[in-house]
C-alpha cells in the first residue's frame, strides 16, 4: 500500500513529465506502425501479434529506462553544471541505457520467443555482439532524441528562470534606488525650510507660526505622495505653491511667483516631490543669491511631440554641470538635488525622460523636465 501511494504520488507530482513520456514513446510505437503497415508486414494475425508484443516490450524498456537515467541525471545535479559536462553526461548516460536497453531487449525477444526462424539464423551468422551492437545502434537513436528534448526543454526553462530572476532584481535595485533616492530628498527640504522658519522667529513671530502651518502642510503632502512612483501634477503644484508661500514670507518682495499652467496637463502623473526639488533649488542657488532678488516662474504645458514639459525658469547664474553627488548616502552632499532628478527620470523612463538645466539670458536659468505624457489624460 505504501508503494502504491509513492508511485501514485509521484506520477501526481510529475503529471507533465509523465505525459511527455507516454506521448514521446507512444509516437514511436505509432511510426513504426504507420512504417509496418506501409510495407505489408502485417499480413497474418501472427505478424500483428509479432509486432504489437515486440514494440510493446521495446515501449516499456524505453519508459522505465530513461526515467531511470532521468533519476540519474537529478541524482548528480547533472542539469546543475557546467554546458561542457552536461554535453559529456548525457552522452555518456545515453550510450549505457541504450546499451543496457538493447541488451533487455534481444533477451526478452529470445526469451518470449519474438524472433523469427530468419531472424534467428541470421543471429548465428553475425553473432551475438554484433546483434547486440545493431540493436543498440537502433535503440540509441531514440534515446538521443530523449536526451535532446529533455536537456532543450531544461535548458530553455532553466534560461527564462534566469532572466525572470534578472528582471526580478534590476526591478528590486531600481525600487530601492528611487526608495533611497525619496528618502534623501525629504530630509534635504525640510532642513531648508527650518531654516527658513528660523530666520522668522526673531523678526516676526506671527510669520513663523504661518510658516509653521505651512510647513505642516508640505510634510503632510509629501508623506502621502512618497507612496507612490508618480502623483498628479495638480498634488505636486500644491506642494510647490506650499513652499513658494514659506518662502515667499522670507523674501517678501524679493520673490516673485509666475504660474503659467495649461489645465490640461493637470492630470498628468510626474514623480513626486521633483518639481518642488527645483523650485528649492532656483530659490536656494538663485534668488537668495540675489541682492535685489528675482522671479521664479513654473510653467507646463505639452510640445508639438506630445511630451509633457516642466520647466522651472528663475533669477540667478547657472554655474557647472549635473553630476552625481560626491556621497549620494549624504543627503547634504553637494548636487544631490539636480543628480537626483536626473537619476528618478532614468530609473522611470530610461531614454524617453530628459532633464537638463542651463543659462537662457544674462541672468536667467532654465530648468526643464521633458517626461512621457499619459495618453489617459490627454
Known sequence: MVQMATFSFMIGGNRRYWLFQVFGWGTVFLMNLFFAWSY??????DDRMMFFARFGILFILGIVFTHVMRMVILEINLLQKKLEKQIYGFTLLTIVFSTLSALLYIGALYRYNYLSAKEIEAIK???????????????????????????MYHYIAKSRKQQLET?????????????????????????????SIRALVDENPQK???????????????????????????????????????????????????????????????????????????VKHGISKQIEGGVIRVTSEFDSKGSHQLVVLNTGQFEGKITPAKDP?????????????????HFLYGTKGKFEIKQVADNLVEARISIPASQLAL
Do not use: C
Open 40 to 45: 505489408d508486414r502485417l499480413r497474418t494475425f
Open 125 to 151: 551468422e553475425s553473432g551475438f555482439l554484433l546483434t547486440l551492437l545493431s540493436s543498440t545502434v537502433n535503440i540509441f537513436i531514440f534515446y538521443v532524441i530523449w536526451s535532446l528534448i529533455y536537456f
Open 167 to 195: 528582471l526580478q532584481l534590476e526591478t528590486l535595485v531600481k525600487e530601492l534606488e528611487l526608495k533611497t533616492i525619496k528618502a534623501h530628498i525629504n530630509p534635504h527640504f525640510i532642513f531648508n525650510s527650518l531654516n
Open 208 to 282: 513663523a507660526r504661518k510658516a509653521i502651518t505651512e510647513l505642516s502642510n508640505i510634510l503632510r503632502s509629501s508623506i502621502n505622495v512618497d507612496k507612490s512612483e508618480t502623483v498628479p501634477l495638480e498634488k505636486e503644484l500644491a506642494i510647490v505653491k506650499d513652499y513658494l508661500a514659506l518662502e515667499n514670507m522670507r523674501f517678501e518682495d524679493r520673490l516673485r511667483v509666475e504660474y503659467q499652467i495649461d489645465e490640461d496637463t493637470l492630470d498628468q502623473p510626474v514623480p513626486p516631490m521633483m518639481l518642488q526639488t527645483l523650485v528649492e533649488n532656483a
Open 329 to 345: 548616502l549624504d543627503p547634504l552632499s553637494q548636487g544631490f538635488g539636480l543628480s537626483s532628478t536626473n537619476d528618478r527620470l
